[in-house]
């Protein structure tokens, strides 16, 4: 079964500052990684994927993640923050054998301190 | 840029009522798909459907729920008597490719109240 742990509900950084938001899958075999972000009342965004193609992966807003399968981890990094990325920020795997179902972490709520 | 939408974003609902969830899907997308999301804790899947069948289902997803396409539009999530424990976000997806690498594309939610 696939699993996915975001560590980190909440996260505040300066506006300027290295973002790095935390995520660690569970997986039995190869995974698809998805980083999502909801801003207030709006659905959910796709900010980047991995789907076993190049290892960092580049999104939008200058996101970027890196799958690292010895560690287990998709972390989403920005260099620097904008007071615009102040979101709620979704880790989530799927098998690609198995089916479509997503499986998500329980989220990062990112502050931005201007 | 095509969006998925969904009505109504809020609503509340007394214990043992139906309610019907409403979502409009991207218009070439084949996939669809329920999510919730109880305060606090985490998207959880709930059913996919294609085709006009249901594809895959959650241990959420017991004989109170059903899911439809009655106009080959809509996609719709009913719940035939709803639970306080049913309270929550619940969020359409839709995509065009099997497999899961497709992106699923999410609308806003709905909120979901039940008194």
């Known amino acids: 079964a696939q699993s996915v742990t975001q560590l980190g509900s909440h996260v505040s950084v300066s506006e300027g500052a290295l973002v790095l938001l935390r995520c660690n899958y569970s997986?039995?075999?190869?995974?698809?990684l998805f980083w999502y972000v909801q801003y207030p009342n709006q659905g959910l965004q796709l900010l980047l994927k991995y789907t076993s193609a190049a290892t960092l992966v580049k999104g939008i807003n200058g996101f970027e993640a890196e799958f690292k399968k010895s560690e287990t981890s998709f972390h989403l990094t920005k260099p620097s923050a904008h007071m615009s990325d102040a979101a709620e920020y979704f880790c989530?795997?799927?098998?690609?054998?198995?089916?479509?179902?997503?499986?998500f972490g329980t989220g990062t709520s990112l502050t931005v301190i201007p | 840029e095509p969006e998925v939408t969904q009505t109504p974003s809020h609503q509340v609902t007394q214990m043992g009522q139906e309610v019907i969830l409403r979502c409009v899907p991207i218009s070439n997308h084949l996939y669809f798909y329920w999510y919730r999301q109880i305060l606090g804790q985490k998207v959880e899947f709930l059913v996919s459907f294609y085709n006009n069948e249901i594809s895959e289902k959650s241990e959420i997803f017991d004989d109170q729920f059903s899911v439809e396409r009655p106009d080959g539009s809509n996609f719709t999530l009913k719940i035939r008597s709803t639970k306080l424990e049913d309270s929550a976000m619940y969020f359409c997806?839709?995509?065009?490719?099997?497999?899961?690498?497709?992106?699923?594309?999410f609308g806003p939610g709905t909120r979901l109240t039940v008194l």
């Open positions: 997986s039995s075999v190869p995974p698809y």
């Open positions: 989530a795997v799927s098998d690609p054998n198995t089916g479509n179902q997503f499986y």
């Open positions: 997806a839709t995509g065009g490719l099997a497999g899961g690498a497709d992106t699923q594309y």
